[in-house]
């Protein structure tokens, strides 16, 4: 019962919350100690699924180090695979804000369209139009996707009256069909595998499109996306808006071991001349993101 408690706390998004409450009170440290120890001498089936993925992929492990484009990234990378596989929280890289739009990698123009894949509340649209602008740049089109009912309504409510924005309730994967979908009205909502064999609260039908069928995102500059889990499936259906406009990419790495490997592969194939980076941005092993840029 503890291991799976443990392993729920391990891979829960919220996780980063718990610890930055722990934080304020200078608790978080002894917190990390505490579970480490306890990892160390209990490891769970999570956490030995991740040695056993990232050990059996020594060869991609290396080619990654090597396509990383600075010494930060690096390092960032393969110390969250180790927290990944060993719940060692004292090897964390740190973190750093804003997430998304890292300043000494993000370099804006005048006429930014920006696809926002998995937009929840509309925040992360509302701060890339000020950081443009505050910038020097400025933006032609924002087109944010966001799957669920709930997450929809407070998206569609907090962007009203912001000029030149398209808003699809619909989420984004390598072509167009109907999924099954946890629909928490949070950040977490996720599509659900068919074969996961969980029993899924809230569960709903959504509608998904491939990006490249999208006639608002034929002319991106910078797509984001965070999309819990469906990462890999979105890239392969933007991939020849990604080929043909080398568009700046904030991708998210951390929803499974296999994206913390296959997104940065897949990205790199893509367009081998983007300069890849991976920055982190939690106090949990949550967060991660590639970034890409031409």
């Known amino acids: 019962m503890i291991s799976k408690i443990l392993d729920y706390i391990r891979a829960n998004k919220f996780a980063n919350w718990i610890l930055s409450l722990l934080s304020r009170v200078g608790l978080d440290k002894a917190c990390f100690v505490v579970l480490y120890k306890y990892y160390e001498k209990h490891p769970t089936e999570t956490m030995r699924q991740s040695v056993q993925y990232f050990d059996s992929h020594k060869k991609d492990l290396k080619m990654i180090r090597n396509l990383l484009a600075d010494e930060k990234s690096k390092q960032i990378w393969m ?3 180790k ?3 060993t719940m060692n929280y004292r090897v964390h890289p740190g973190y750093e804000m804003p997430q998304y739009f890292v300043k000494d990698i993000i370099k804006f123009g005048r006429h930014e369209v920006f696809v926002d894949g998995g937009g929840y509340d509309g925040m992360t649209s509302l701060e890339f139009i000020q950081r443009a602008k505050s910038s020097g740049g400025g933006y032609h089109r924002v087109v944010v996707f966001e799957p669920d009912e709930s997450n929809f309504k407070i998206l569609k409510k907090n962007m009203s009256g912001v000029a030149d ?3 699809f309730k619909k989420g984004l994967w390598n072509k167009k069909t109907s999924l099954s979908f946890c629909s928490d ?3 977490g909502s996720r599509v659900i595998e068919a074969d996961s064999g969980h029993t899924v609260k809230n569960q709903s039908i959504i509608h998904v ?4 069928d999208i006639p608002e995102c034929q002319d991106a500059t910078f797509i984001k996306m965070d999309l819990e889990g469906s990462e890999m499936m979105a890239l392969e259906g933007a991939k020849n ?3 043909r406009n080398k568009p700046k990419l904030a991708i998210c790495l951390y929803h499974s071991d296999q994206d913390m490997i296959e997104i940065i592969k897949y990205v790199h194939q893509l367009v081998p001349e983007y300069k890849l980076y991976v920055r982190h941005h939690s106090k949990s092993y949550t967060e991660t993101v590639l970034y890409a840029v031409y």
Not at 209 to 212: E, K
């Open 83 to 85: 927290i990944r596989k």
């Open 79 to 81: 110390r969250l695979i």
């Open 209 to 212: 499109v491939a990006m490249d």
């Open 165 to 167: 924005v398209h808003l």
């Open 241 to 243: 808006i990604i080929q």
């Open 185 to 187: 009205g949070t950040m």
